[in-house]
């Protein structure tokens, strides 16, 4: 922590402070809320969000009883020093009604296509294991089960050597995205997340920072 942001930072006569939250994993806006200084020190001590409800008049520690909590990833304060940006990884939905940011009611819905992530791809495909719409490959694979899945990994997972041993780069490509979208088939089969396999390949990079700590020294 710099405590010089620390100090200069301005509350409100309230004695509150804006905290916009952000998905440290695709930049996205997941909700609003406000800090009082006891919450950004308890937010600061235990690394995950803890805020004030102004219409509770208490503090409340997210998913302190839904246990979407949110790891804090970064706190950044804007140039005034009034408002706070919260860079977080979420342990589920960050609004109270399930969905994924509390910002979801559009006004001037976008014209843009929504741009590609993993996890909008892992969600479409748990869409398709529930609703099975006819022709979709995807169903397909749900319909015939782990067996045929696991064949499919196997399969993508071949061509993928095969490519890249020629040193095709382009059908390497090609091949690790149809072996990427079997694996979230996969994961979606045996209910595993994308924030675990993420949860999963950050401690490796914990652990394996603190061997290179332990080699400097």
């Given at each position: 922590?710099d405590k010089?942001v620390?100090?200069?930072l301005?509350f ?5 402070i804006p905290?916009v939250?952000?998905d440290?994993d695709?930049g ?7 800090m ?5 020190d308890?937010?600061l ?7 004030w409800?102004r ?6 520690r997210?998913?302190?009883t ?7 990833v ?13 860079r977080?990884h979420k ?5 109270h009604?399930g969905?994924?940011?509390c910002?979801f009611?559009?006004?001037v ?5 929504e741009?590609?992530?993993?996890q909008g791809l892992?969600e ?6 529930e609703t099975r719409p006819e022709?979709?490959y ?8 782990l067996d045929?899945?696991?064949k499919?990994?196997?399969?993508e ?8 041993h ?6 390497t ?8 979208y079997?694996?979230?088939v ?9 924030d ?8 490796r990079?914990i652990i394996?920072?603190k061997?290179?700590?332990?080699k400097m020294?």
């Amino acid at each position: 922590m710099d405590k010089n942001v620390y100090e200069k930072l301005k509350f409100n006569s309230h004695g509150l402070i804006p905290a916009v939250v952000m998905d440290a994993d695709n930049g996205k806006l997941l909700m609003v809320a406000y800090m009082n200084r006891e919450a950004l020190d308890i937010t600061l001590a235990e690394g995950y969000t803890c805020f004030w409800s102004r219409s509770r008049q208490e503090l409340w520690r997210k998913g302190e009883t839904s246990g979407n909590r949110q790891k804090v990833v970064s706190i950044t304060a804007d140039c005034d020093y009034d408002t706070l940006e919260v860079r977080v990884h979420k342990d589920g939905p960050a609004c109270h009604t399930g969905a994924e940011s509390c910002f979801f009611n559009e006004l001037v819905p976008s014209e843009e296509p929504e741009p590609f992530s993993v996890q909008g791809l892992y969600e479409l495909l748990v869409n398709r294991k529930e609703t099975r719409p006819e022709g979709s490959y995807t169903s397909y694979l749900f319909e015939k089960g782990l067996d045929k899945i696991l064949k499919k990994v196997g399969e993508e997972s071949t061509e993928v050597i095969i490519a890249g041993h020629a040193r095709d780069k382009r059908e390497t490509i090609y091949e690790l995205a149809d072996l990427a979208y079997h694996a979230l088939v996969l994961m979606v089969e045996l209910g595993i997340t994308p924030d675990e396999v993420k949860a999963e390949l950050a401690s490796r990079h914990i652990i394996d920072h603190k061997v290179k700590q332990e080699k400097m020294t």
